[in-house]
Every structure is written in C-alpha cells, then in structure tokens.
C-alpha cells in the first residue's frame, strides 16, 4: 500500500502509468474474486485505495 506522499514524489507521467498498472492489477483480481481463485482478498481493497489516492494526487497537480 502505497503512502499519498510517495505519489506526490512523482511525476504526472510516473502517476498515469502507474494509474494503469493498478486499474490491470485490480481487473486481474476482480477476475481471480469470480473464478474462486482469490489468495489476498485484502490486496483488492489496497489497490482500490491506492487508485483513489493517486487519482487525488492527479487532480491536484491538475489543479496548480
């Protein structure tokens, strides 16, 4: 799980890619959830997070 302030660190292009990253890693678990194949159901939850605090941190380095 990733802290917002290490998102902050990072460069707009640094942010998107690893935007899509997560959104790839959260597809693949929201697969393994529905084939019963789950290891770490917590791990959804974090990547959820993580993309709602990178998605924040987008749109205040948007906003400068």
Sequence with gaps: M???AEF????????RRREQ???NELFQLR???AMGQLDKPLRLREVRRDVARLKTVLRQKAGR
């Design 2 to 4: 990733a802290k917002a």
């Design 8 to 15: 902050r660190d990072m460069s707009v292009e640094d942010l």
């Design 21 to 23: 990253e997560l959104d």
């Design 31 to 33: 697969i393994r959830k």
